[in-house]
């Protein structure tokens, strides 16, 4: 599937959204959207080919690439760079949070096979995301390693945000900070060892 961002899939996301908590992911959740919108249904079987997999990851291309284009609007420069990848994780969340029941049972729904498959997909692509807005450029090994981290703290935060009511999330932003840190170190050992070698 594209990771292209477009505006009729966009509006199609944002109009299922709000009965996704009593639909679930569904074709009939498709189905009733596309009449509420009064779309035809073979226009939507284009546009999401396989059918509601693809409107759940489209999802998740939509909230990553919000959180891109908020981030472009902050001072990145000015913070260091652990700093900017919690406000990018803090970023996407804060951006999922009116949809939060919808984001429960997209996870649910990803972990079912066949679609579990693209479930790491959409984290690491998530990550990759939020590591090119904070200005990582590297190439090498640090480039895999960095994601594959950063796809851990996503998968634990996002978990933990979920069963989360404390009061603007702040029990989750503690979380996020303490997984950032332990990960620094895990990186720096990773490193460390690799210059040794």
């Not at 944002?14 to 992911?25: N, S």
């Not at 693809?54 to 291309?61: E, G, R, T």
């Not at 981290?149 to 945000?161: C, E, F, N, P």
């Amino acid at each position: 599937m594209s990771h292209n961002v477009s505006p009729f899939k966009t509006k199609f996301l944002l109009a299922a959204l709000p009965d996704v908590p009593f639909d679930g992911w569904t074709n009939e959740l498709m189905e009733r959207t596309a009449e509420r919108l009064k779309i035809a249904q073979n226009k939507v079987d284009m546009e999401f080919p396989r059918g509601v997999r693809d409107l759940v990851a489209y999802f998740s291309f939509w909230a990553i690439e919000e959180t891109v284009s908020k981030l472009k609007k902050t001072d990145l420069a000015s913070l260091r760079v652990r700093d900017r990848i919690a406000l990018g994780v803090r970023t996407r969340l804060e951006i999922l949070a009116p949809h939060k029941q919808a984001v429960s049972s997209a996870l649910s729904f990803m972990a079912l096979p066949p679609q579990s498959f693209s479930l790491p997909k959409l984290v690491w692509h998530a990550a990759d995301k939020i590591w090119w807005a904070a200005g990582d450029t590297s190439t090498d090994y640090n480039h895999y390693t960095k994601r594959l981290l950063l796809s851990g703290v996503l998968t634990s935060t996002t978990l933990y945000w979920l069963n989360d009511t404390s009061k603007g999330h702040e029990q989750t932003w503690t979380f996020l900070d303490r997984r950032i840190d332990n990960v620094l170190k895990i990186g720096m050992k990773i490193s460390g060892f690799r210059k040794r070698k």
